[in-house]
């Protein structure tokens, strides 16, 4: 069996959905994760590229994939949409994120810090307030 090289990663509240390719592309995982169970079965999974669609909770997961060894990566929701094949659902978007990842030219979006994550409100005066987001 080929070892897994890119696993798309769509991300959600209770139940996550990873598809994986090895280095040729053809798919070799398809397994839906309950969210208790992400973390585990990634650290038992040898390192290699992760790929999720951008958004807030994907910086979060981003970076406790890190600390397991994992390369992750996080694209824009548009780049990844023109690749959706079939009918919008969960496995169908990790699908088109694993082959939206494999595009040599695909836009990046940086996975941010716990840190960098602050909002900034600035008045007309030029006086600004910043909140961190949790």
């Known amino acids: 069996m080929s070892e897994v090289s890119i696993i798309g990663l ?9 598809h994986g390719v090895d280095a040729s592309g053809h798919a070799i995982l398809r397994k839906k994760i309950a969210r208790s169970k992400l973390l585990p079965f990634f650290a038992a999974h040898p ?10 909770g994907a910086h979060h997961w ?8 994992h390369d992750v ?3 824009a929701p548009a780049y990844v949409k023109p ?37 900034r409100w600035c008045s007309g005066g030029g006086i600004c307030w910043f909140a961190s987001a949790l």
């Open 10 to 18: 769509d991300i959600a509240k209770h139940v996550f959905q990873a």
């Open 47 to 56: 390192p290699c590229l992760v790929v999720l669609e951008a958004c807030g």
């Open 62 to 69: 981003a970076r406790e994939l890190l600390k397991l060894g």
């Open 73 to 75: 990566r996080l694209i």
């Open 83 to 119: 690749f959706v094949k079939r009918q919008k659902n969960d496995g169908a978007n990790a699908e088109a994120i694993c082959e939206a990842a494999q595009r040599p030219s695909m836009r990046l979006v940086p996975v941010k810090t716990r840190n960098s994550r602050q909002r």
